[in-house]
């Protein structure tokens, strides 16, 4: 079992930046792939980046990249979201997950499979 609690959530103008953190608990040395989703009201969840631990290598969707960048620190075991430039759009509730899967399904397949363990949220809101 991995247990996740993300945190850094709140609220801020567009232009702004957030940085959400995520602390992962429990058997993470099996749980390879790391990600961000992100579901806003009404619309579906949202692939946003994830990292495959063993190596580092990261993706992106589209409409987040160079804005946003995961990165982890493997000491505290802690995942994060530096999320910079932030438009109203980006306004959801943030999801910290975790996944058995192996490196081109995390790095390739972003938002296509199932993550197996997930956190409880945090909410992000962006005004104009």
């Known amino acids: 079992q991995v247990q996740l609690v993300e945190s850094g959530g709140g609220s801020v103008q567009a232009g702004g930046s957030l940085r959400l953190s995520c602390e992962a608990s429990?058997?993470?040395?099996?749980?390879?792939?790391m990600g961000w989703f992100r579901r806003a009201p009404g619309k579906e969840r949202e692939g946003v980046a994830s990292i495959y631990t063993g190596g580092g290598s990261t993706a992106y969707a589209d409409s987040v990249k160079v804005r946003f960048t995961i990165s982890q620190d493997n000491d505290k075991n802690k995942l994060y979201l530096q999320m910079n430039s932030l438009k109203p759009e980006d306004t959801a509730m943030y999801y910290c997950?975790?996944?058995?899967?192996?490196?081109?399904?995390?790095?390739?397949?972003?938002?296509?499979?199932?993550?197996?363990?997930w956190g409880q949220g945090t909410q992000v809101t962006v005004s104009s």
């Open positions: 997950a975790a996944a058995y899967l192996d490196f081109t399904s995390c790095v390739a397949g972003l938002g296509r499979y199932e993550y197996n363990y």
């Open positions: 429990g058997y993470t040395y099996s749980t390879k792939c």
